[in-house]
Nanobody, 115 residues
Framework: QVQLVESGGGLVQPGGSLRLSCAAS????????MNWYRQAPGKQRELVAT????????YYADAVKGRFTISRDNAKKTVYLQMNRLKPEDTAVYYC????????WGQGTQVTVSS
């Protein structure tokens, strides 16, 4: 079955960096767009970034544009989110998602930005 396993979250100071990874299995990874979402306490889940199946096209939410980079390695069936210049408002649980029609989710990884 479809499995997505995120890793790389943690506690970081404002201005710091983290790299999230999402290892995929159970489907033909190279055929699907992949997304990163996040959900902060008391807020709705929001789309952070998207990468096309071949990795050539990306989309970013305005709040992270210029600071975050989404990428993928189809040989390793892994999608990444490089997060730089982190801000306290980036604190959230970050989720990996495979786009429709599969629309499956990972368990999430906590990112906390605090001094």
């Amino acid at each position: 079955q479809v499995q997505l396993v995120e890793s790389g979250g943690g506690l970081v100071q404002p201005g710091g960096s983290l790299r999230l990874s999402c290892a995929a299995s159970g489907f033909i990874f190279s055929r699907y767009y992949m997304n990163w979402y996040r959900q902060a306490p008391g807020k709705q889940r929001e789309l952070v970034a998207t990468v096309s199946s071949g990795g050539l096209t990306t989309y970013y939410a305005d709040a992270v544009k210029g600071r975050f980079t989404i990428s993928r390695d189809n040989a390793k069936k892994t999608v990444y989110l490089q997060m730089n210049r982190l801000k306290p408002e980036d604190t959230a649980v970050y989720y990996c998602n495979v786009a429709r029609p599969l629309d499956a989710w990972g368990q999430g990884t906590q990112v906390t930005v605090s001094s």
